[in-house]
Every structure is written in structure tokens, then in C-alpha cells.
């Protein structure tokens, strides 16, 4: 009765903040990309895409268990689950109609095998626990980022293997879930790292002026974006009222904001993101800042012009910047 009173529960609640795709869609999410020592069943689409640069995930290694909640407060405890932090992407795909969800799990362990992965827990139903509160766990495993799954499945597997190296363990996470005709997975993919501290770089207006008048540029670390994306963070503000201050001072100066990114990925890809991310840069200079936007040429210059090697994080870090040249 307990177990039929948390289904019901887990449906309704799921219903809420589950994210179906549109009927018939057959693209991924805009910005969508395969972690690549995960990759996808044959044929699914990516239908949630979240990446952030530090994150803290408890993911879940042994059976979970009502009790536990009610003991600890929450579902996911330090006995059910290991907490670990670093680079994290939250993925759910969606598979092609008519697949088992014992076909796609088997398929995604045998490919974590093949890059040296060891399965740390694996359960089907009843052997998670309760599975209803496994569900749970495992989508509030990411604060608030629902998972999306279907609370309304006919079966249930979950998996989490790890994948040991000196540069820092790679943990993935996959619960994946029958409905309907489809199987949904749902995958938690963390690339242990320590969190980049000093990383809140505050150069003002008037460092801006003379970096100008000596070299003609001047390079900003202070302008924060999200994780592969050109939206500007809250904390980037500081350096753009200086940047404004800076550039109203200078009413006759035209400047060039060049986007820098380090060298990992695609140079094609990189070059696009920085050119996104000028961009974005200049938008928020002419809208909130009192800059004409004819006074701003945006400019994505990618992985090209490091200051540092791409060999280390060090190094990396110096060349994800944004350059404000004069003209």
C-alpha cells in the first residue's frame, strides 16, 4: 500500500516538472552535444541539455530506501549515495519506438566498458530499493534542473560506473525508464576537477585607460559566461560598468571586443562560441551601459590568439578572455 501511495505521488509530481518533447520532433535540444565517453543509443534524441562548469551531484551507489529519508531528511544520504563535484552536464534522450529498456542500458554499459569504466551499482526495480524513491533521487540529483522522466514507467534500470584517471574521475550516472513504446535515459556525466578559485578578475576604468594607451588593448578576465554558452553572469556586471565608464570617457574611441576561448574542442565551434560571446558582450554595453553600438565591432577570434599554453587548466584559463582593442 505504502509503495502504491508513493507511485501515485511520484506521477503526479513528475507530471509537473516532466519536459515532453514536442509530438513528431526529431531534433535535439538547441546547443545539444554528446558527452564523448558516453554517446547515445542508435537513433534517440537529445530532449534536455544542461552543462555547468561546477557542480555537486550526490549520485546514487546502493538501493534506495524510504526509511533512509525519513532517518536522514533526504532521499539521496551517505548511505545510499556518493557525493562528487567538478564539470557537470545533465542529458536525457529519447530512443526510437519498439526498444527494450534492457537493450539500451546494456548498450550504454558496453560502451562505458570499452573506455575503461568499472559499474560502481546497477539495479532493476526492486533491487534499487523502492524504485519510486530511486527515481526520485536520482532526477533531484541536480538542483533545480528537473530530469524530465516520465513517472509513469513500466520499468526501470539505473547504472553508475566510474572511470578512474590522474587527471580526475569521470562518474556517470544513467537511469533509464520504459513509457509508452519509448525508453528515456537520463544521464548525469561529473569530470572530477577542484573548483578554479581567483577566477573574479576586477580591472577598472582607469587600468582599462592606461592598458589602452600602452599596448592599444586591453585583456579582461572579469566577464563571466555559463558553460559553453554566451550568457553573461551575474557576476560579470562589475566589469562592464567599468567598461562603460571607460569607454564614456573616451567619447571619440571606436574598440574592437574580441572573444578568446582556450583550446579545447573544435576550432570551428570555438570560433563561433567567442564570436557569441562578443557579441553578447557588446548587446549588454549598447543596452544597459549608455555605449553606442556603433562605437562597438564584436569579433570571435576563438582559440588563435593564446596568451598561455592549452596544455593545462592554468594555462586555459588565461585564454578564455574578452579583449576590448582600439580601433
Known amino acids: 500500500m505504502r509503495y502504491l501511495l508513493l507511485a501515485v505521488l511520484c506521477i503526479l509530481a513528475g507530471a509537473a516538472q516532466a519536459q515532453p518533447a514536442r509530438p513528431g520532433a526529431t531534433a535535439d535540444v538547441p546547443g545539444a552535444r554528446d558527452h564523448p565517453l558516453v554517446g547515445r543509443f542508435q537513433g534517440s534524441v537529445m530532449r534536455l541539455y544542461r552543462p555547468r562548469e561546477f557542480d555537486e551531484l550526490r549520485l546514487v551507489n546502493a538501493p534506495v530506501l524510504d526509511r533512509d529519508r525519513r532517518e536522514t531528511g533526504a532521499r539521496a544520504n551517505d548511505r545510499n549515495s556518493v557525493a562528487v563535484s567538478g564539470r557537470a552536464v545533465r542529458m536525457r534522450y529519447e530512443t526510437p519506438d519498439g526498444v527494450s529498456v534492457l537493450e539500451v542500458m546494456r548498450n550504454h554499459e558496453e560502451r562505458l566498458r570499452a573506455n575503461r569504466f568499472e559499474t560502481l551499482f546497477t539495479c532493476r526495480l526492486a533491487e534499487c530499493g523502492q524504485p519510486a524513491e530511486l527515481w526520485w533521487a536520482v532526477n533531484e540529483a541536480v538542483a533545480g534542473v528537473p530530469g524530465g522522466l516520465p513517472s509513469g514507467w513500466q520499468s526501470q534500470i539505473y547504472t553508475l560506473a566510474r572511470l578512474s584517471r590522474p587527471e580526475g574521475d569521470v562518474h556517470v550516472s544513467l537511469l533509464a525508464v520504459t513509457a509508452g513504446q519509448r525508453v528515456q535515459v537520463l544521464v548525469d556525466v561529473v569530470e572530477a576537477r577542484p573548483m578554479q578559485g581567483g577566477r573574479i578578475a576586477f580591472v577598472d576604468a582607469g587600468a582599462m ?119
Open 209 to 327: 585607460q592606461r592598458a589602452v594607451e600602452q599596448t592599444g588593448r586591453v585583456a579582461l578576465y572579469g566577464i563571466q559566461f555559463g558553460f559553453d554558452s554566451a550568457e553573461i553572469l551575474p557576476a560579470s556586471r562589475p566589469t562592464l560598468e567599468e567598461i562603460g565608464r571607460f569607454l564614456r570617457a573616451n567619447p571619440t574611441m571606436n574598440v574592437v571586443v574580441a572573444g578568446h576561448t582556450d583550446g579545447q574542442g573544435s576550432f570551428d565551434y570555438n570560433l563561433q562560441l567567442s564570436g557569441r560571446r562578443a557579441q553578447a558582450v557588446v548587446a549588454a554595453l549598447a543596452r544597459e551601459f549608455s555605449v553606442p553600438a556603433a562605437r562597438l565591432t564584436a569579433f570571435g577570434v576563438g582559440m588563435a590568439a593564446p596568451v598561455a599554453s592549452n596544455d593545462n587548466e592554468t594555462g586555459r584559463a588565461q585564454n578564455r578572455r574578452v579583449e576590448i582593442v582600439k580601433r
